[in-house]
């Protein structure tokens, strides 16, 4: 466990710094979570007045749990990313030499994920809260809706570290990126639910994301609606990707 | 001279026809993005001012505008290219004129660019978008959606020869994204209920693009947006095709 422990915190500390000390990758994963946010809650905030249209907190609360649960999911991607690059340079071949515990390797890139996800996260409610975002909920609700999102940024994580780790190229980037971004804008990110239309609506009704988003923006506004069925999802699909990773991670160690 | 632009344009087709990667997401994402939001924002239709019935007919103007987004990025990539691997060099050591390089490289572009405005109408109308614009409208939509995306490719072009860097190329396309997003793609302006947004997006000329486009399929001819669809276009083009020519002389010089 010492030695799990001491791989993971040296992956994650590389991985962070490596992220701190280069805009190029500092700067993407921190501006387009509050331009979507600007975008969104700021282009469409007209769509709260859309009748059937009855969140509490108000459009820029609803479009807030949005962006915050889409940035915690893209910081795993972007881990996926910095994974992938590691294998194209032939650091991580180096690193299953070295590191007695090689699964401390994929829990280290996901504590790097979630270092990514707190700063965007403060960053996003800074902003959310100078923009007047409402929030009806207590503390407890926000550190619900807080632990909601670290746990989508590690099921994000595994789930890209899992692909770069079996495809172990850059070039893999769309094969991360898509089912991702799918998942996330084929869930109710506009409107509620049963304000959805056609397919989408069919897709999102089945989409997991879609009782996880809709937990977070009950959590902002305070109401009381049961957030076990969320959590228990959100649990179940890092369970079912950290597998993913860990089959990956052996598949890596095969090839070499 | 026309037989030197005709073998840049088949050039620059085969080249982007050859990878599946730069013909694909270019057509492919928009419709995505577009069926996502029609069913998403469906419900904002139903705002008193609303200018159409559907959202669908509201939301086809914006593949027009995400494919040329797409046709710059390929337009300054592929030049960018060039220029690391020395096909430039190589190129200005023979007969080869500068204009016939250009045009025959934004040709080959325009190509690509008018088969994604062919397959964005087609699919616009195998899912039952209006278009009152009527048989007339349909040259008159292709033709603004090859302007838009001349315009965005003489963009990418220039950044593609004075940077000689593909990656700077990539680098300039998230801010083509946020004009685009920045912009009333998603609602009209008068109904974006946020001044700031509002005022951004009324002179962000993205809007007038897009306004250009939608109004063939809301309205039919409605002659002030089409008359600053296509100035806007044709400044941007003929600025940007410009910009690029100045920056290919510099690049040619240096070599």
């Known amino acids: 466990m010492r030695r799990f422990a001491q791989v993971a915190g040296a992956v994650a500390w590389r991985s962070i710094h490596n992220v701190a000390t280069n805009p190029a990758f500092l700067l993407p994963s921190i501006i387009f979570p509050m331009f979507f946010f600007v975008a969104f809650a700021g282009g469409l905030s007209n769509v709260g007045n859309v009748p059937g249209f009855d969140f509490p907190s108000g459009y820029t609360a609803f479009q807030f749990v949005f962006v915050l649960l889409q940035a915690s999911a893209f910081g795993g991607v972007f881990t996926g990313f910095g994974i992938a690059a590691d294998f194209e340079r032939g650091f991580t071949r180096r690193l299953f030499l070295a590191a007695p515990s090689r699964t401390g390797i994929i829990a280290g890139y996901a504590l790097s994920a979630w270092a990514r996800a707190t700063v965007v996260g403060v960053l996003l409610f800074v902003v959310g809260l100078a923009t007047g975002m409402q929030v009806g909920g207590d503390g407890v609700d926000i550190v619900g809706l807080i632990l909601l999102a670290y746990l989508v940024s590690l099921a994000a994580t595994l789930f890209a570290a899992g692909v770069a780790m079996r495809l172990r190229t850059l070039q893999a980037g769309p094969a991360m990126q898509m089912p991702v971004f799918l998942v996330l804008f084929l869930a109710p990110v506009y409107v509620p639910l049963d304000l959805l239309a056609g397919w989408v609506h069919g897709v999102a009704t089945v989409n997991p994301f879609t009782p996880l988003i809709e937990s977070g923006r009950d959590f902002i506004s305070g109401s009381a609606a049961p957030a076990a069925g969320a959590f228990a999802i959100a649990v179940a699909l890092v369970a079912a990707f950290a597998w993913w990773a860990v089959r990956g991670l052996r598949r890596a160690e095969a090839a070499g | ?255």
Request: charged share 10%; net charge neutral.
């Open chain 2, 1 to 255: 001279m026309i037989e030197q632009i005709l073998e840049m344009a088949r050039r620059s087709v085969l080249q982007t026809l050859r990878q599946p990667a730069l013909v694909i997401p270019p057509v492919i994402f928009p419709l995505v993005m577009m069926a996502i939001n029609t069913g998403g924002l469906d419900a904002a239709s139903n705002l008193p001012g609303f200018p159409a019935d559907s959202y669908l007919d509201f939301a086809i103007a914006v593949p027009f505008i995400q494919g040329s987004l797409f046709a710059c990025v390929n337009a300054g990539s592929a030049l960018a290219r060039d220029v690391e691997s020395g096909f430039m060099k190589r190129l200005a050591m023979t007969p080869m004129q500068r204009a016939a390089l250009l045009v025959g490289h934004l040709g080959g572009v325009m190509l690509v660019a008018l088969a994604s405005a062919v397959i964005y109408l087609v699919v616009g109308f195998a899912v039952g978008m209006d278009f009152p614009a009527g048989a007339l409208g349909v040259p008159a939509i292709l033709l603004l959606a090859l302007l838009v995306a001349l315009a965005f490719a003489g963009l990418g072009a220039f950044v593609g020869l004075r940077s000689g860097s593909g990656e700077a190329v990539q680098g300039f396309f998230p801010l083509f994204f946020v004009l685009l997003f920045l912009s009333s793609m998603s609602l009209p302006r008068p109904l974006i209920e946020q001044d700031w947004f509002r005022f951004i997006a009324t002179y962000n000329p993205v809007s007038y693009l897009i306004e250009g486009i939608r109004s063939f399929i809301i309205t039919g001819w409605d002659a002030e947006a089409l008359a600053l669809a296509f100035g806007i276009a044709i400044v941007i083009a003929v600025g940007g095709v410009a910009a690029a020519a100045s920056a290919l002389r510099t690049r040619l010089v240096r070599t």
